[in-house]
């Protein structure tokens, strides 16, 4: 595995700052777990649930779009689930969808989140809520996708592990 990008600075007192460069840290991590893997281990699952590396990359950047675009700014009808195969039941991605397809869609994507948390202030509540609970502020909505990220980065770190013995942090 490549080097991993480093933490923000422990100096950091600006909670906005904070989440804002905590969630690229994330963003940069998930991809340096999987670096050098062939197109072949990233499709590969090797958990009894039936995932690949690739298809849980693929995921999060439907987390992106649904909780900043669809859930934040209130952008279409329908919660965007492209990452979900509803006949098996977990994630999934897309025939002919290729490593490199998936891999500039999540920085498209993360580039869209970017520019929207620059423009918005972290106490502006969000334009619908989920399950019927109320919007969430975007600074919730911030640390919620900073907590995914994180939980799914151990993810990937025993994927990992599994299929070429590389740990991480």
């Known amino acids: 595995m490549t080097e991993e990008r ?7 007192t ?30 590969r699952a090797v958990l009894p649930s039936g995932w690949s590396l690739l298809e849980l990359l693929h ?4 987390v992106e ?10 952008l279409g009808d329908e919660l965007p689930r492209g990452d979900w195969d509803l006949a098996a039941g977990r994630w ?7 490593v490199e397809d998936v891999r500039t869609a999540f920085w498209q994507e993360v580039e869209r989140s970017r520019r ?5 202030e972290l106490a502006e509540p969000s334009a619908r809520g989920r399950d019927g609970d109320e919007p969430p502020t975007l600074a919730w909505v911030l640390f919620h996708l900073l907590q995914e990220y994180a939980r799914h980065a151990g993810q990937l770190d025993v994927v990992r ?8 942090e």
Not at 6 to 12: A, V
Not at 59 to 62: A, E, K, R
Not at 116 to 120: G, I, K, N, T
Request: glycine share 8%.
């Open 59 to 62: 995921h999060l950047l439907f």
């Open 6 to 12: 480093t933490e923000p600075p422990n100096d950091l």
């Open 14 to 43: 600006d909670p906005g700052d904070l989440v804002r460069q905590y969630l690229d840290y994330y963003r940069d991590t998930v991809w340096a777990k999987v670096d050098g893997l062939s197109e072949q281990d990233l499709r």
């Open 116 to 120: 929207l948390v620059a423009e918005h």
């Open 65 to 74: 779009r649904r909780w900043l675009q669809w859930g934040f700014l209130g």
């Open 92 to 98: 999934a991605v897309p025939d002919g969808t290729s």
């Open 161 to 168: 592990e599994l299929i070429d013995d590389a740990t991480g």
